[in-house]
């Protein structure tokens, strides 16, 4: 009798069909380039505009120093951090803040390229000409300066003034206390003491 059992398949190893498979990774190739296809032919790519200045004030301090209490059901725009209305997202702290709306990903969806436009050089004259107009064109001169000494000098003069009464009226307080009330002197001499102020005399 021979010791091998015919006919048993004892490999117990899965067998693949080598053709089916090779397939199905040709249909997926085909597949992924028809999408690469239709992403190319989507049209021209956006025109996006040259990074801006804000126009606003960054708020970081309105919330500073406050407790809030956090549910977890509660809407986005009051939960705890910085809440970004473009993005719809919330920032854990101002420096994370800061990155976030400086960044690509905000920037893009205000529809602005992280690029800055270059400026010419009639946009730089005009900047400097606005400039020199908002500033003030007020002139120096020492009779402002001797102004504005006189009026500190009179201020801190009246302040000394009002220290110096001040120190009066609580003097007058402490020593109206101090002072007997209704007591006869023959008997205060007659027991020994002039008065029941303080030993100085």
Same mark, same amino acid.
């Given at each position: ?47 996006? @505009?040259? /990074?801006?200045? %804000? ?5 970081? +301090?309105?919330?500073?120093? !406050?407790? *809030? ?73 020492? @009779?402002? /300066?001797?102004? %504005? ?5 009179? +201020?801190?003069?009246?302040? !000394?003034? *009002? ?39």
């Amino acid at each position: 009798m021979s010791g091998n059992p015919a006919g048993v398949d004892n490999t117990f190893r899965r067998k693949f069909d080598k053709d089916e498979y090779l397939e199905r990774a040709r249909q997926r190739e085909r597949d992924e380039k028809d999408e690469a296809r239709r992403g190319k032919d989507r049209g021209p790519p956006v025109q996006r @505009q040259p /990074l801006k200045h %804000r126009d606003y004030e960054v708020d970081l +301090e309105s919330r500073l120093g !406050k407790t *809030q209490v956090v549910t977890p059901i509660a809407p986005l725009s009051q939960q705890a951090g910085y809440y970004c209305s473009v993005c719809e997202c919330v920032v854990k702290d101002s420096a994370n803040y800061l990155d976030h709306i400086n960044g690509k990903k905000h920037q893009r969806a205000l529809g602005m390229s992280m690029r800055v436009e270059r400026a010419s050089l009639e946009q730089v004259q005009k900047r400097f000409e606005s400039l020199k107009k908002r500033k003030d064109p007020g002139t120096f001169s020492e @009779q402002d /300066l001797d102004e %504005r000494i006189f009026k500190q000098q009179q +201020e801190e003069e009246e302040k !000394k003034r *009002q220290r110096r009464e001040k120190k009066k009226e609580k003097k007058k307080e402490q020593a109206g206390p101090n002072e007997p009330e209704d007591i006869d002197p023959d008997v205060a001499a007659m027991m020994g003491f002039g008065g029941f102020g303080t030993s100085k005399k």
